[in-house]
């Protein structure tokens, strides 16, 4: 084997590899946080009368933020992996240093930011008599760093490993914004379904979706004593979580897959790419159609 | 005979109170086209214009907020983004027009191109679209300008006053996202029916420091040995800023929170 195709190989397994576990870890930062789409069911509880004790992580929706997070961690990784490199440190432990510190000082912003959110949310919540428990906030504050944290640094090595092993013309920055947005809508579009439609609404017959009638209703209660945002992370990573780093993966993956061939010049990936494309779409419409053939409406909603 | 209890005060009352954003902004004009001149003059002296460039985001953050008051809910990171995209835009685009980098009328252009294009986009949603939001022109150039404005100055500061290096793209991405998320913040944050201006402008300013605080790290870190005194001198500046202003957001915070509790349990909940 040629060491070119080893090498694009060892880059496909290593960023398919390093987007499973970016996709996981970064659906459980926003679940700690209730941020993105359940944050507008937190937000209406106490509106209709539930005093919450959720963190109330409002950041900007989820892409703009996991944005910040990357290109941040990306930016300081790669003007401090110069550095290290003048000092005399190799290539691959300078980035890999350089990346450790870009995320931990991401992780200090992130934190600023959850402060922020919450406490003017709180704040804003006066009308209602929400008062604000500094232990709702200080439990799942850590927690939801530390998960920001290895998301920064994951989606850092993969910016790295992109433009690096993959030999993407993209500077890593860039790239991270990049992956940091889709990661961010990946996760808003299918991980929050998990946590937004079915853990806020536990006390709801399952499968119900959210009808105008129950917006807010949310569950207040947790396995055991009032529901806390650490007790959703780890409801989520079941499926939420797998769901949105099988999504973000695959297409990692499969974007990294199609280099590996060569058959058509520059056009390959492009042809391949439209196929897996054309193969997943024909396959969505046949699942959808035999979903809806099999299992039919809701009960009590056919009407609809 | 009853006596009637003293009415609460109408909402135009407590509107009235609130500082136009049309003031901001021309505040943020002015103060922004002092702090470019001044590093113009002497890159060193970074730590005054990163203070005049944070109204910049003041103004901005109040342009989002009046916008999405009238009920943009996921709008409002809509807005941001497209605001700071239309103002960095702006600016990495004069970079790249003439060769030297930044010169005596960049300000003025930057401020120009970046109100008249938020102007005609806003223009075109009032009138094509037909949003029903008042003075959305205006808010809408009030957004692009203030983010035009800022992002000016940072990148004159991580380029020492105009002396660009290939090096200094690397921070762009980081540059437009960090800058569009402190203008949409404030007001996502602090999203509620208790929402104030006073209250969202001063988180406004505690954003705009620490934002400042992140481009500060990032220029001490740059390769480029000029830039390091102006960053270092814009680090320390935001980080006392900073402190300062998260000070001053957590009075209003602690005035207007209903209760603060260190724990306890919903009431009418059973347990």
């Not at chain 1, 396959?283 to 039919?296: A, I």
Request: aromatic share 12%.
């Amino acid at each position: 084997m040629e060491p070119v195709t080893l090498t694009l190989m060892i880059g496909v397994g290593l960023a398919g590899a390093i987007a499973f576990i970016a996709g996981i870890i970064e659906d459980a930062e926003s679940d700690a946080g209730s941020a993105s789409n359940p944050n507008s069911q937190v937000q209406l509880a106490p509106q209709i009368g539930h005093i919450i004790r959720y963190y109330d992580k409002a950041i900007a929706g989820e892409p703009p933020q996991n944005g910040l997070w990357a290109a941040s961690a990306c930016t300081i990784a790669l003007l401090l992996s110069w550095r290290f490199a003048d000092m005399g440190i190799g290539q691959y432990y300078a980035i890999f240093f350089a990346a450790v510190v870009g995320a931990a000082i991401v992780c200090l912003v992130q934190g600023c930011f959850g402060v922020f959110a919450h406490l003017s949310r709180i704040a804003s919540f006066s009308p209602f008599k929400q008062p604000l428990y500094w232990d709702a906030l200080l439990t799942p504050l850590p927690y939801s760093m530390g998960l920001a944290f290895l998301t920064a640094l994951l989606l850092t090595l993969l910016a790295f490993v992109t433009s690096g092993l993959l030999g993407n013309p993209f500077a890593p920055p860039l790239l991270a914004l990049l992956f940091g947005i889709s990661l961010g809508s990946i996760a808003s579009g299918t991980g929050d379904i998990q946590y937004g439609a079915e853990r806020l609404y536990q006390h709801h017959i399952f499968g119900s979706g959210i009808p105008i009638s129950k917006m807010g209703d949310i569950d207040l209660k947790g396995e055991y004593g009032f529901r806390n945002s650490v007790d959703t992370p780890y409801f989520c990573m079941r499926l939420g979580g797998t769901i949105t780093a099988f999504a973000f993966g695959l297409i990692i993956f499969l974007d990294g897959w199609t280099r590996l061939f060569t058959f058509a010049g520059e056009w390959t990936s492009v042809i391949l790419e439209a196929i897996v494309v054309a193969i997943l779409f024909i396959f969505l419409v046949w699942l959808e159609k035999f979903t809806r053939d099999s299992y039919g409406p809701y009960p009590g909603q056919e009407d609809l | 005979m009853t006596t009637q209890a003293p009415e609460p005060p109408a909402a135009e009352e407590v509107e009235a109170k609130e500082i136009p954003n049309i003031k901001l902004y021309i505040v943020a004009v002015i103060t922004g086209i002092i702090g470019y001149y001044i590093l113009l003059a002497n890159p060193n002296l970074a730590f005054i214009s990163v203070i005049l460039a944070w109204p910049a985001i003041v103004a901005g953050a109040g342009g989002v907020e009046h916008l999405c008051r009238y009920g943009l809910g996921t709008g409002t990171s809509s807005i941001g983004y497209w605001g700071t995209a239309v103002g960095a835009t702006v600016v990495f685009a004069t970079i790249f027009m003439s060769s030297q980098i930044f010169n005596l009328y960049s300000p003025f252009i930057v401020i120009i191109a970046g109100t008249i294009i938020g102007y005609v986009v806003g223009l075109c949603a009032e009138r094509i679209i037909k949003m029903k939001i008042p003075e959305q022109a205006q808010q809408s150039f009030i957004i692009t300008g203030s983010s035009a404005i800022f992002i000016l100055i940072v990148l004159e500061v991580l380029s020492s006053g105009g002396v660009a290096t290939t090096k200094l793209y690397y921070t762009f991405p980081v540059i437009y996202i960090g800058t569009a998320l402190v203008i949409l913040h404030p007001y996502n944050g602090s999203l509620g029916a208790g929402e104030n201006q006073s209250r969202t402008l001063r988180l406004a300013c505690c954003e705009a420091s620490l934002i400042t605080t992140l481009f500060g790290i990032i220029g001490v870190l740059l390769p480029n040995t000029t830039s390091f005194i102006p960053a270092l001198g814009m680090l320390i500046i935001s980080l006392i800023g900073f402190a300062v202003f998260v000070k001053i957001w957590w009075k209003k915070v602690k005035e207007d929170t209903y209760e603060i509790v260190w724990t306890g349990y919903p009431a009418g909940v059973p347990h």
